[in-house]
């Protein structure tokens, strides 16, 4: 499992072009030269006794350590009230077969969520690739999905609610 940020890192590993430092946090204003994300350079460039072969003939080295989790973001802006708010989706993939996504207020000038805000049925989404592949059933309020809701929001918060900015 990877996610598009840790494209860039693996790109500049395996051209050996000079380092750009991580991020501190995780929402960064555009002004910030940093990267997050993983490089999975070491896929590509090491041989070891976990390799394998794609159907396609490709051999690839898997990592001894699988990435659990992928995340993303998204701007929503939404019509809340008589104003307009600004919301953000946050959204945790897991390993396991599910997409968790929670909609919070965003500060556009501080660059950051508010995970305090309390938080509403209509701000989850929880969809089971493993029974759902096409995301038409939101799982989010049913009961036997509860302990699934719980899991990846505490995920979702300990990536994203803590995040120092820089």
């Not at 500060?107 to 096409?134: A, F, M, V």
């Not at 929001?153 to 994203?160: E, G, I, N, S």
Request: with cysteine; glycine share 6%; charged share 20%.
């Amino acid at each position: 499992m990877t996610e598009m940020i840790d494209f860039f890192p693996t790109v500049i590993d395996l051209v050996g072009a000079p380092k750009i430092p991580r991020c501190k946090g995780v929402d960064q204003p555009p002004t910030v030269l940093c990267l997050q994300g993983e490089s999975y350079a070491d896929e590509f460039l090491t041989t070891a006794t976990t390799e394998a072969m794609t159907p396609s003939g490709v051999r690839y080295t898997a990592k001894s350590t699988p990435k659990q989790y992928a995340f993303s973001q998204w701007p929503y802006p939404a019509r809340q009230g008589n104003g307009r708010d600004f919301r953000m989706g946050y959204t945790v993939r897991s390993i396991d077969g599910f997409r968790f996504t929670q909609y919070v207020p965003y500060n556009r000038l501080g660059y950051s969520g508010n995970w305090l805000w309390p938080t509403s049925r209509d701000d989850l989404e929880l969809y089971d690739y493993n029974t759902d592949p096409d995301e038409r059933i939101n799982q989010a309020a049913s009961p036997e999905y509860a302990t699934t809701v719980q899991m990846l929001l505490a995920v979702l918060k300990a990536q994203y609610s803590n995040a120092t900015h820089s």
